[in-house]
C-alpha cells in the first residue's frame, strides 16, 4: 500500500510460477538459516536422529506424530527466532530494551518448542 492507502501496482505471480518462486525462497531460506545459524545446524542435526527413532520406536500412526511432529516444530520455531534476531539486526546492532525483548521472547519460544519435544517423548514412551 501506499502512503495515501491506494494499492501498489507489481507483478504476483500466479498457478505453478508462483509455487516455484515459493519453493526457491523456501530453500534459500533453509540453506541461510544452515549457513548462518549454529543454532539451526545443532537442532538438525538432533532432528537427523530424533525422526527415524521416533517412526521407529512409535507403535501406531499417533505415536509417530508425537514423537516426530514436536522435532519439526522446534525447527520451525528456531527458524521463526532467527527470521526475528536478523530483523532487529538489519534495523540496528545498538542496544535497545524492545530489541533485546523481542530476541529473548524468540528465544523463549524455541526453548518452550523444546520442552514439548522432551514432553511429548517422556509422555508417549513412558506411557506404555
Known sequence: MEANG?????????????????????????AGAYREEAAFRQELALAVLV????LWLGHSG????????PMLLVLIVELLN????????????EHHALAGLAKDIGSAA???SIVLLVSMWLLVLLGR
Not at 6 to 30: E, N, Q
Not at 63 to 69: F, I, Q, S, Y
Open 82 to 93: 532467527s527470521a526475528i534476531e536478523a530483523t532487529v539486526d538489519r534495523i540496528s546492532f
Open 110 to 112: 524455541v526453548l518452550m
Open 51 to 54: 525422526i527415524p527413532l521416533g
Open 6 to 30: 491506494a494499492a501498489v501496482d507489481r507483478y504476483k505471480p500466479r498457478g505453478v510460477t508462483r509455487v516455484l518462486r515459493a519453493l526457491a525462497a523456501s530453500l534459500h531460506g533453509l
Open 62 to 69: 499417533i505415536e509417530r506424530a508425537l514423537l516426530v511432529g
